[in-house]
């Protein structure tokens, strides 16, 4: 079992920086992605980044591209997101997950996260 725990959401203005942290307690290394997703009011959850948890390889929405950061600690037990010039329209709440040992499929898939955080809220004004 892998529990996940997320912090570091908040209020900024536009334009400024976020550092997200998801805290796994468990079986991490054997899990082959892990994960930020978000969700808007109304809207459908949608991935913003993954690392691949065996080669260390990140992967982006194409949104996102340029201004997130995943990165994990050396011991695969902290995950961040380091989120600069936010906009509005990244206003959602934030959810780390992770997937079980092997997933072949898209990183961005939900249906191959098995693990979710309880997730974190990110509030952006302009």
């Known amino acids: 079992q892998v529990q996940l725990v997320e912090s570091g959401g908040g209020s900024v203005q536009a334009g400024g920086s976020l550092r997200l942290s998801c805290a796994a307690s468990g079986d991490t290394s054997t899990k082959h992605y892990k994960a930020w997703f978000r969700q808007a009011p109304g809207k459908e959850r949608e991935g913003v980044a993954a690392i691949n948890n065996y080669n260390g390889a990140a992967y982006y929405d194409d949104s996102v591209k340029g201004r997130f950061t995943i990165s994990q600690d050396s011991a695969q037990r902290t995950v961040y997101l380091q989120i600069n010039s936010l906009k509005p329209e990244d206003s959602a709440i934030y959810y780390c997950?992770?997937?079980?040992?092997?997933?072949?499929?898209?990183?961005?898939?939900?249906?191959?996260?098995?693990?979710w955080g309880q997730g974190t809220q990110v509030t952006v004004s302009s």
């Open positions: 997950a992770a997937t079980g040992a092997y997933w072949p499929g898209r990183w961005n898939d939900l249906s191959g996260f098995r693990y």
